[in-house]
């Protein structure tokens, strides 16, 4: 994900270690590196994805019941109401609360009520989502902060990948968000519908914008595909200028320590993965409650209501609602999901660029 200019390598190069990430790659062999990246760190980190958006949508109110036999809930979503097989059904009791204690207590449970596999829920929206948006946007990172520090002064050097990050992040979050909308909602609810198989990305967002077809214009209706954007951006555009501004800095020391090993694959692995996760870290710890705030945004049943709710209002409610411990819930997972996913990305992404360089080289 890193690609130093002349400039760079020059004071790379001065700093004691000669790693050039400024390969002579095109946009599609980026591309092709992002994506592979992301697709295996979307299989990863998909349970912590599942266990924190559950949290956050239980905060939302969105129930979660282990009932006795196969019933509707209502929530305050979007989401059509699950409909019971049974007449009787709405008057079924509760056998037991699953009310989530935590990230672990979402693990036991969603596997002792909904089986093992239900932690991939999802995972086909988020490698629908992943792969097109970090195909997307790291070369785009790439391209625009080699750019960047080819045109910019030397101070202005250290602000460029806070820069670069957050334009690439924003073009390719409002390319695929539609897809991140399904993703959040398939895996905020259990897939209890009249035993037949939840629905996947296509008839989800099919469904948010049917529901709100009668009550609006064909074209407005698919303006919902976009709810949420707002929340989505002034959590990613942020989180992406932490992620980069620190992941940088953290990187090139490392590699500075490395001194000669610079160029060993093992070391270029070692490096990103170690800054990765530092970064990502901390980028997910301080952007918690923006993340709650898009949760929340997305599984908002009242359309009206969702296209008028801004992120601060929608902060604001959180606050009222349940205070700091509101704002940062299901930190833990975000924080346990964003470390090892950016590690994982930004380690992988640049060794596949590194191989496919040398092989390149080695071919001419």
Same mark, same amino acid.
């Given at each position: 994900?890193?690609?130093?200019?002349?400039?760079?390598?020059?004071?790379?190069?001065?700093?004691?270690?000669?790693?050039?990430?400024?390969?002579?790659?095109?946009?599609?062999?980026?591309?092709?590196?992002?994506?592979?990246?992301?697709?295996?760190?979307?299989?990863?980190?998909?349970?912590?994805?599942?266990?924190?958006?559950r949290l956050q949508a239980?905060?939302?109110?969105?129930?979660?019941?282990?009932?006795?036999?196969?019933?509707?809930?209502?929530?305050?979503?979007?989401?059509?109401?699950?409909?019971?097989?049974?007449?009787?059904?709405?008057?079924?009791?509760?056998?037991?609360?699953?009310?989530?204690?935590?990230?672990?207590?979402?693990?036991?449970?969603?596997?002792?009520?909904?089986?093992?596999g239900r932690l991939w829920?999802?995972?086909?929206?988020?490698?629908?989502?992943?792969?097109?948006?970090?195909?997307?946007?790291?070369?785009?990172?790439?391209?625009?902060?080699?750019?960047?520090?080819?045109?910019?002064?030397?101070?202005?050097?250290?602000?460029?990948?806070?820069?670069?990050?957050?334009?690439?992040?924003?073009?390719?979050?409002?390319?695929?968000?539609?897809?991140?909308?399904?993703?959040?909602?398939?895996?905020?609810?259990?897939?209890?519908?009249?035993?037949?198989?939840?629905?996947?990305?296509?008839?989800?967002?099919?469904?948010?914008?049917?529901?709100?077809?009668?009550?609006?214009?064909?074209?407005?209706?698919?303006?919902? *595909?976009?709810? @949420?954007?707002g929340a989505q951006l002034? %959590?990613?555009? !942020?989180?992406? #200028? &932490?992620?980069?501004?620190?992941? +940088?800095?953290?990187?090139?020391?490392?590699?500075?320590?490395?001194?000669?090993?610079?160029?060993?694959?093992?070391?270029?692995?070692?490096?990103?993965?170690?800054?990765?996760?530092?970064?990502?870290?901390?980028?997910?710890?301080?952007?918690?409650?923006?993340?709650?705030?898009?949760?929340?945004?997305?599984?908002?049943?009242?359309?009206?209501?969702?296209?008028?709710?801004?992120?601060?209002?929608?902060?604001?409610?959180?606050?009222?609602?349940?205070?700091?411990?509101? *704002?940062?819930? @299901?930190?833990?997972?975000?924080?346990? %999901?964003?470390? !090892?996913?950016? #590690? &994982?990305?930004?380690?992988?992404? +640049?060794?596949?660029?590194?191989?496919?360089?040398?092989?390149?080289?080695?071919?001419?």
């Amino acid at each position: 994900m890193s690609t130093h200019t002349s400039s760079s390598s020059s004071s790379s190069s001065n700093s004691g270690y000669n790693y050039n990430y400024n390969y002579n790659m095109g946009f599609s062999e980026r591309a092709i590196s992002a994506a592979g990246a992301a697709f295996l760190s979307a299989i990863i980190v998909n349970p912590l994805d599942i266990a924190k958006t559950r949290l956050q949508a239980q905060a939302a109110g969105v129930p979660y019941h282990n009932l006795t036999q196969t019933c509707s809930f209502h929530t305050n979503t979007m989401l059509p109401d699950i409909r019971c097989c049974l007449s009787s059904c709405n008057r079924s009791v509760v056998a037991e609360s699953s009310h989530y204690k935590g990230t672990l207590d979402v693990f036991y449970k969603v596997i002792h009520q909904e089986g093992f596999g239900r932690l991939w829920r999802g995972t086909s929206a988020s490698l629908a989502l992943s792969v097109p948006t970090v195909a997307i946007y790291l070369p785009c990172y790439d391209i625009l902060r080699n750019y960047m520090e080819r045109v910019s002064s030397p101070s202005m050097t250290p602000y460029v990948p806070l820069v670069a990050g957050s334009v690439a992040r924003s073009l390719a979050c409002v390319t695929c968000y539609p897809v991140e909308l399904a993703r959040t909602r398939m895996q905020a609810f259990k897939g209890v519908h009249d035993g037949k198989r939840p629905p996947g990305v296509w008839k989800t967002l099919v469904d948010i914008v049917s529901t709100n077809k009668s009550t609006t214009k064909l074209g407005n209706s698919f303006r919902f *595909l976009w709810t @949420g954007l707002g929340a989505q951006l002034a %959590r990613d555009v !942020p989180f992406s #200028a &932490i992620c980069w501004a620190t992941l +940088e800095p953290t990187r090139r020391q490392l590699l500075a320590m490395s001194g000669d090993r610079s160029n060993d694959p093992t070391t270029v692995v070692g490096a990103n993965f170690s800054a990765g996760l530092i970064a990502g870290c901390l980028a997910g710890a301080c952007t918690c409650p923006l993340d709650v705030a898009k949760t929340r945004r997305q599984i908002e049943k009242d359309g009206a209501r969702a296209l008028k709710m801004t992120t601060r209002q929608t902060l604001v409610e959180i606050w009222r609602d349940g205070g700091m411990k509101g *704002l940062f819930m @299901g930190v833990g997972p975000r924080v346990g %999901r964003a470390g !090892p996913s950016v #590690a &994982i990305v930004v380690s992988f992404y +640049e060794v596949v660029k590194y191989v496919l360089q040398n092989r390149k080289t080695s071919q001419t």
